[in-house]
């Protein structure tokens, strides 16, 4: 018998999330950027680039800490979660929109930026769960649920 979805307890991956790391490949594809746009003759368009990366890098840092806080709730409920990340995209696609419309043409490298963002975060956490998945290791945990709940001291 299969629990139905509304009542399922809400499981996020246990992969950690590095965002040093993910600043420091931003920073690497900024100076790329910059010195691929710089040859072509649009510096300003390798910047706007970088600043899409940070504000994509500042978006994801802002998931993490509303996930954190809501999971922290006796009961974490769904709506809560869609609303903040709602209400988080609109803002940072509307940061984006503005400095992309304010220093066109160049600007449009915000958005750039920040699709690159999203491609990097989604491989720098797809890739690790992939080899867990491959590994035949769990990859996640009900929300609530203690992480060292049933493990052994062998384990750690």
Known sequence: ???????????????????????????????????????LGHLMVGVFIGVGLLLGLLNALLVRRSVEAITAQANPLKRSMALNSASRLAIITIAGLVIAFVFRPAGLGVLFG???????????????????????????????????????????
């Open 1 to 39: 018998m299969t629990t139905p979805a509304q009542d399922a307890p809400l499981v996020f991956p246990s992969v950690a999330f590095r965002p040093v790391r993910l600043f420091v490949i931003s920073v690497a594809l900024t100076a790329v950027a910059m010195v691929a746009a710089g040859l």
């Open 114 to 156: 920040l699709a690159l963002f999203q491609v990097l975060l989604v491989a720098s956490t797809a890739l690790p769960v992939w080899q867990k998945l491959r590994s035949g290791e769990s990859v996640g945990q009900p929300i609530g649920s203690d992480p060292t709940e049933g493990r052994s001291a062998s384990h750690d």
